[in-house]
């Protein structure tokens, strides 16, 4: 082989291999890409609304992955901007979460826990309910069909061999927003109803509410989620450097309101009054607070459960195949990495 074709071979694998590693450096970087996250001003998401205060998810991200914050009222209309790549990654409940996944056969999945239980069952003020059975001829108010909360309730009533009055049962489930069923409840139009914090401790101040079942007697001693964090399907798979930098700053904010609850609930209180426009009062943060358990544990057993429940009652036509429905790769890498169990 002479000199001359030598050097042509030589040059030939030498740009070669630059095209190949510039292919690999750009497959690898996730440089200039905005991070659109979704939440609600709730206490229920309090990673979201600490880490948003404090600045920690941007600065975990980088200052070339801009953070762009969305905040929602109502679990479908997140769903709905996952679903117009509005949202890449977003806090919301497990009710909203299945039926994401399931109208979008998996484009959307779970990626961690945020929080669990933070919701009771009361009655009105001149209603006493002794036990669940007295359930029966009863009209109780849940946020929104479909949501954590209805089926909370549904599986209480199943479990006393209830039902409601759609299903030919005795018990009468309404929706209403959370101002109105304090509203519906101060009328006596309602004799129930199972809400989310702050508003459960909102209705025992505001309206004299009672307690039938505290936090941890709802459903699974509290061991059931109310929040979890969600991703694109297609963010995950394009950007899961960026996916693990967001769920490593999840995990530690997880942490730190674990530790220091006092700090972290006058920071959520301090962006529900941004968000809102009037902060809880102190009272009614402390005692919601202490309802809720903020964890990394998507609960995946509970949500399970839900999909179901969800079946069984109608919001989903069928039940949809669950084996992609949690994507806890990256999250369990997060945790190894940090020395903490990992969640089967």
């Known amino acids: 082989m002479n000199i001359k074709k030598m050097a042509v071979i030589l040059f030939i694998f030498t740009t070669l291999g630059a095209v190949l590693a510039g292919c690999g450096t750009e497959k690898a970087s996730s440089d200039n890409t905005k991070v659109r996250i979704g939440f609600f001003p709730n206490i229920t998401h309090s990673q979201a609304l600490v880490g948003k205060a404090k600045g920690e998810f941007q600065q975990a991200l980088g200052e070339s992955n801009p953070v762009e914050w969305k905040a929602f009222n109502a679990g479908p209309s997140e ?19 299945i039926s994401g996944y399931a109208k979008s056969k998996g484009d959307i999945q ?12 009361v009655s009105r003020k001149d209603v006493t309910i002794n036990n669940l059975a007295e359930l029966s001829g009863k ?24 039902k409601d009055t759609t299903k030919g049962g005795t018990v009468e489930i309404v929706q209403a927003d959370n101002p109105d069923i304090k509203t519906l409840l101060d009328k006596g139009e ?110 995946k057993e509970a949500v399970l459960d839900f999909v179901d429940l969800s079946q069984k009652a109608g919001f989903l036509k069928e039940k949809p195949d669950t084996n992609t429905l949690f994507n806890l790769k990256i999250l369990n890498k997060v945790l190894k990495d940090k020395g903490l169990p990992e969640i089967e």
Do not use: C, M
């Open 190 to 299: 309602i004799d129930a109803a199972l809400v989310p914090e702050p508003w459960g401790a909102r209705l025992i101040k505001e309206v004299n509410a009672k307690v039938v079942l505290d936090y941890d007697k709802v459903w699974r001693e509290g061991k059931y989620s109310t929040a979890v964090v969600v991703a694109r399907t297609k963010f995950i798979e394009e950007h899961p450097d960026l996916v693990e930098k967001f769920l490593k700053k999840h995990v530690e904010l997880t942490a730190y309101i674990q530790k220091n609850q006092n700090e972290a609930s006058s920071i959520v209180n301090a962006q529900i009054k941004e968000l809102t426009g009037k902060p809880l009062a102190e009272d009614v943060l402390t005692s919601a607070f202490a309802r809720v358990t903020v964890t990394n544990d998507p609960e």
């Open 110 to 121: 779970i990626i961690a826990g945020a929080t669990d239980a933070g919701a009771i069952l």
């Open 79 to 97: 769903i709905e901007a996952l679903f117009a790549g509005e949202v890449d990654i977003g806090y919301i409940g497990p009710g909203p979460a």
């Open 139 to 162: 009209k109780i108010a849940i946020p929104q069909f479909g949501n954590t909360q209805d089926l909370s309730l549904r599986y209480l009533l199943l479990a006393q061999g209830l």
